[in-house]
């Protein structure tokens, strides 16, 4: 058709903004980190990985918490108090993963993008073409925030863990 121009290439467009800080690469990145993938890989490829995590500090936090002379001889309250403190691993790792991944949607979801052009901390600022930013949209909508649901939920559960076992052990 004549007078129309088709929709320019991601790749034709000019782009001052170096490859590995742009949003849709460190999309990538997280997803193909072995740490940031835990959530991209299901419910299932988020609890595994975080139970691992739990069930190795269990035997740490349950040294530390011989250390109190009343635990050291309840077993059943000592018991409550390593589960609860080896949770503090899992909340800290789920904390990690939410800062990374809402930071990946933010920088997904706005019209600019910052970057650093070289290396010294001199923040520059530029515009996404509407094809960048309906692409963006897209993976923030369809991607990240999936994960980001799923992270909420699984911190959720956790924090509720840790409540209930801090409880039970305050009852026993």
Partial sequence: ??????????????????????????????QNSLFFAWPSNGDRGLAVPLLRCWLIAMPISLVVATGSWTLRHDLPALTCAGAAGAFLVPLLILVRQWLGWSTLLRRLMSTAVEY????WYDGQVWEKPLAWRQQD??????????????????LLITIGLLLLSTGLCQAL
């Fill in 1 to 30: 058709m004549a007078g129309s121009d088709p929709a320019p290439e991601l790749s034709d467009t000019p782009c001052p903004v170096p490859p590995e800080q742009r949003p849709l690469e460190q999309f990538r990145e997280l």
């Fill in 116 to 119: 650093e052009e070289s290396g």
């Fill in 137 to 154: 949209l897209l993976v923030a909508t369809h991607e990240v925030k999936p994960i980001l649901e799923r992270l909420k939920r699984a």
